[in-house]
């Protein structure tokens, strides 16, 4: 489009006559030496149409190229974060032992952030100031060959200086990133026991604990401000040059008549451009390397091993019944953590019969729940089988026999949604089953005063559930599972919720025959 309104301004003054041979011809006329003036055909209609048409097509392309650039940049964000949220949500339980939670967190937002908000954009900005650099080099080395002589130097200078600053803007984004994970621990386990916080009137000292975090993460943040002015000075000079070098170079063409003066100031005019792109180029350049820190980072949790959940050859498919009785053999289990670690259980043996309420006491660390995992394979057992109703678990799909048996945890959880999403998960059971059952848990009367009753919508981070209520909605969808594994620890749930829990378990069950036959492990403190 440029080229177009230069090569109007030239035809302007006559098509191929320049601009002394018109006035030479007119002053002929008047002398009487020419019987008519000379005629300038008039263009404009011509360079209209075509300007028109060049703007249109400019239009298009830009909104073709910028919507293929969201597009892209938006399906690549999606397939690496549902790849990693895949991969996390897999991932064995010594990752989430291994693995603070600031930096998982950190992972999600921050390094997902980069890739959908500033990758994409730096890329494109990066793309499109080197096509138009390319573009202006191309356009005044056409005009004036002898620019190209002096950018030699100029490109060599351009060179060093972002590889530079690419160096420095790379690790101080590394940094800043590994920076961040504190702050999003911190601010985590503030959320987590924000009521004992208080409780302790430890107010002021964590919000000091928190800004000493994000005072440290902003340091990066700063050098980086600070790197970016250092490069943008010296690119600046540089673009000066490109400027004193391109204008010298096409005034000197334009005295020696070689090119016309509207040319000239289209090469002046990009040379200006350059200036302004070059440091857009190196810029964006460099922030765009920097944002790959944060791909390679999304990448390692995309590759987390997860536990394997689908069914593998030689694999064993229980019938529907499955478990019936619920007889339990372990026989020489030794299990542990990671198979870099010892092993937390070795050689344990026991047969326990259907229907049979079995405790488990020890000190902490004696392998109370490390045994509880070991039923739901989410430690590495290496030695021993351990079967249900005769069927090896290591040969059950992982989702079918987690699906097939309960648990009542030491740290009762509650899921965002109604209550009757906390009661039935799986959606199988019909109102009248669920008023049983918070009947047997004892939370009919609670429920009852609601004002939507089971469909009230529940939020664990703003509601305040006694922590007993929430072994009671744990224990309602236990109910229709044959084995049933509790984790109570009596320095947290003391008193009248241990005697409740113990009589639910003990007693109810034999009050309802769909109870009647439950095998339950419960573990506990000495």
């Not at 300007?51 to 293929?68: D, Q, R, W």
């Not at 009753?453 to 981070?461: A, E, F, M, N, R």
Request: overall charge positive.
């Amino acid at each position: 489009m440029d080229f177009w309104l230069a090569d109007w301004s030239a035809s302007h003054v006559g098509g191929n006559i320049d601009a002394w041979n018109l006035t030479e011809a007119n002053a002929n006329y008047t002398q009487g030496n020419l019987s008519q003036p000379m005629d300038v055909p008039d263009t404009t209609g011509y360079y209209i149409t075509g300007y028109t048409g060049l703007s249109v097509g400019a239009i298009v392309l830009t909104a073709a190229a910028v919507a293929a650039a969201i597009l892209t940049s938006l399906r690549g964000a999606r397939v690496m974060h549902d790849r990693m949220v895949h991969n996390i949500v897999r991932a064995p339980l010594r990752f989430f032992d291994t693995t603070p939670t600031g930096r998982i967190l950190n992972r999600m937002a921050g390094d997902q952030g980069s890739l959908d908000n500033n990758l994409p954009g730096n890329m494109e900005l990066f793309l499109r100031s080197g096509l138009k650099i390319v573009s202006a080099i191309v356009a005044v080395a056409v005009i004036t060959p002898y620019f190209l002589i002096g950018m030699i130097p100029i490109i060599v200078f351009y060179y060093f200086m972002q590889k530079i600053y690419r160096a420095t803007a790379r690790e101080l984004k590394r940094i800043n990133l590994m920076k961040e994970s504190p702050v999003y621990s911190q601010l985590s386990q503030s959320f987590g026991g924000l009521s004992t916080i208080r409780a302790y009137r430890a107010e002021e000292r964590f919000t000091k604990q928190m800004m000493e975090r994000l005072n440290d993460s902003f340091v990066p943040l700063l050098y980086s401000m600070g790197a970016e002015g250092w490069m943008g000075v010296r690119l600046v000079c540089a673009g000066a040059v490109i400027i004193f070098v391109a204008g010298l170079s096409s005034v000197v063409a334009g005295l020696h008549g070689l090119v016309s003066p509207a040319w000239v100031g289209l090469a002046i005019s990009y040379a200006i451009r350059m200036q302004v792109q070059m440091f857009s180029v190196v810029s964006a350049f460099a922030k765009v390397e920097a944002n790959m820190t944060s791909v390679e980072r999304v990448e390692i949790y995309s590759r987390v091993p997860g536990e394997i959940y689908e069914q593998k050859t030689g694999n064993t498919i229980p019938p529907e019944e499955w478990p019936k009785s619920g007889t339990v053999q372990l026989e020489s289990v030794t299990a542990r953590y990671d198979q870099t670690l010892d092993p937390v259980l070795t050689t344990v043996t026991a047969n326990i019969r259907a229907g049979e309420k079995v405790g488990i006491c020890g000190r902490t660390g004696s392998g109370k729940s490390s045994l509880t995992l070991t039923l739901f394979r989410m430690i590495d057992m290496f030695e021993g089988v351990i079967s249900i109703d005769g069927v090896d678990i290591s040969r059950v799909p992982l989702t079918l026999l987690r699906s097939r048996l309960s648990i009542i945890p030491q740290d009762p959880v509650l899921f965002s949604g109604t209550i009757r999403f906390n009661l039935d998960p799986e959606e199988d059971s019909d109102d009248e089953e669920l008023w049983r059952a918070l009947e047997i848990a004892q939370l009919k009367d609670v429920v009852t005063d609601l004002p939507s009753k089971l469909g009230k919508w529940v939020v664990p981070s703003k509601a305040r559930c006694p922590t007993q209520y929430k072994h009671h909605c744990c224990f309602k969808r236990c109910i229709k599972c044959k084995h049933i594994v509790c984790g109570i620890r009596t320095m947290v749930i003391v008193g009248i919720m241990l005697v409740k829990i113990e009589i639910l378990i003990l007693y109810q069950y034999n009050w309802y025959s769909l109870l009647a036959k439950h095998t339950s492990f419960t573990g506990t403190q000495r």
